[in-house]
């Protein structure tokens, strides 16, 4: 039993930044399921691929309108997040990483949510006989992908804070451009070019952190010392409450509700006004925080 407990937990990227659904769901299930997967030659971007397709389908799923499809595509995008969650316990299980992997788990969610705000908006467009609901659906699919690019940003982060290992995925412009000069071909440019982009929004909008992190590298290069590194967890961890809200769970719980509710368009108002004012007392207060460690360093 001891075994398979440090076999799940090296299975994860790490208990700090896992949120409660995902410790007592998501994660355990999606263990099992890349334990049975492991040796039968299935490689985590094949998963990842499939979670694309599942997902999407919560889209077509939304627009019908009754209670039944709801349920239907409240359990398609369930089994797609499980299978998000396959896809990296199972590299990590097997050692079989690359980097657009990576980026490719990143756009699966994407994608999703994008099929369901798409959904959503026809079928308000249809009932209300108003095609403005496509600018409410914009408008979210937009805040959607600033929200996930940031708490993306502050959870691998955090990893960084933990140990140069499990932070290696934390990566600034400068290392991305020089990667994708030396390394990367083909198709695969394309997707470092948005990765890059993606990169330098997150540096573009935390100020202070990036002040912070060049003035531990210009003392400390890689050895940040432990004790900092704790003080900074610490700190990290008492915002992730905030952050947990503007993930896949903190999403999903109202957006389930709502589509049971049948007042779907609630949700394009929850994504456009809640999340975002989250967002921005998040990045805020995550702001604050480097600047208190600035003042102490």
């Keep these: 039993m001891g075994e398979l ?45 499939l979670s694309i397709f599942v997902g999407a389908a919560a889209g077509f799923f939304f627009y019908q309108g009754s209670l039944l499809y709801a349920v239907c595509g409240i359990s398609v995008l369930i089994l797609a997040n499980i299978l998000d969650c396959v896809d990296g ?3 990590r299980l097997t050692g079989i990483k690359s980097e657009i992997g990576r980026i490719l788990d990143g756009v699966a969610g ?5 099929c369901i705000y798409v959904g959503l908006a026809l079928r308000l467009s249809q009932l209300y006989d108003n095609y403005w609901f496509f600018a409410l659906a914009v408008l979210s699919g937009f805040s959607h992908l600033i929200q996930a690019n940031i708490t993306d940003y502050y959870k691998t982060l955090h990893l960084y804070f933990i140990s140069k290992e499990k932070g290696a ?14 390394s990367v071909q083909g198709i695969n440019k394309f997707f470092y070019f948005l990765y890059l982009w993606y990169t330098l929004f997150q540096v573009k909008v935390t100020p202070k952190l990036q002040q912070l ?24 961890c008492q915002l992730m409450p905030l952050i947990d809200m503007l993930t896949f769970n903190g999403r999903t719980i109202m957006m389930f509700l709502i589509v049971l509710s049948g007042y779907v368009w609630i949700y394009f108002l929850y994504e456009i006004i809640v999340l975002n004012l989250v967002l921005a007392i998040a990045m805020h207060k995550h702001e604050k925080m480097c600047t208190s460690f600035l003042n102490e360093l």
């Design 110 to 114: 994407d994608i999703w949510f994008a």
């Design 213 to 236: 992190l060049i003035r531990l590298h210009t003392r400390y290069g890689d050895d940040i010392p432990e004790d900092i590194r704790i003080a900074f967890r610490k700190k990290s």
């Design 5 to 49: 407990n440090k076999e799940y937990e090296s299975s994860l990227k790490s208990i700090e930044t896992e949120n409660f659904i995902d410790r007592i769901f998501y994660r355990p299930v999606g263990f099992r399921i890349a334990r049975l997967l492991r040796g039968t030659g299935i490689t985590p971007n094949m998963v990842t691929i």
């Design 89 to 91: 316990q199972l590299a």
């Design 169 to 182: 995925e934390f990566q600034t412009p400068d290392q991305i451009k020089l990667h994708q000069e030396k």
